[in-house]
């Protein structure tokens, strides 16, 4: 008696929705498919290609820009210690009457005939006139090189 009454139901139930008006698979639509359903618009593909090739384009960018200041760096770096290894062979070839100490200050002269010459007294301390060209203030480092401190003689 219960399959009658079940075969009744099943029977007796008519879908008010008619069939030409409703989807197999409304999830594979490429519309919405209810009135309240979200928005699907096409996707530019062009469009979505041409933004990502732009983002990409300027990340590169930026990377490529931090990339040559790391290098531009390199290169005063190397530079810096080139000018030191000059400066510390003109020091080494350069009369001096004392031992240079770490961490002290003195002063490169060059002589009218080229040879250098290594003092203690800085170009604003001769008084009028200091009697050799002034090259460069320097300061001994522990590794024995000389740090260029400047190349311009200091107003006193």
Do not use: C
Not at 57 to 74: A, S
Not at 75 to 95: K, M, N, P
Not at 108 to 115: A, S, V
Not at 125 to 133: D, L, Q, S
Request: net charge negative.
């Amino acid at each position: 008696m219960a399959e009658k009454e079940e075969k009744n139901v099943k029977e007796a139930f008519i879908n008010p929705i008619d069939k030409d008006k409703i989807a197999e698979n409304p999830h594979l639509l490429p519309y919405a498919h209810t009135v309240g359903g979200a928005v699907i618009k096409p996707i530019d593909k062009g469009r979505v290609k041409g933004l990502a090739l732009s983002a990409m384009y300027e990340q590169t960018d930026v990377q490529l820009d931090q990339i040559r200041k790391q290098v531009e760096l390199l290169a005063q770096q190397a530079q810096a210690i080139h000018d030191r290894v000059r400066i510390s062979e003109d020091i080494y070839q350069a009369e001096m009457g004392f031992k240079p100490l770490i961490s002290h200050t003195y002063h490169l002269y060059k002589k009218k005939d080229g040879t250098n010459v290594l003092s203690m007294v800085a170009p604003t301390e001769w008084g009028t006139k200091a009697p050799y060209e002034f090259t460069a203030s320097v300061r001994l480092l522990s590794d024995h090189t000389w740090d260029i401190i400047s190349d311009e003689p200091q107003q006193g």
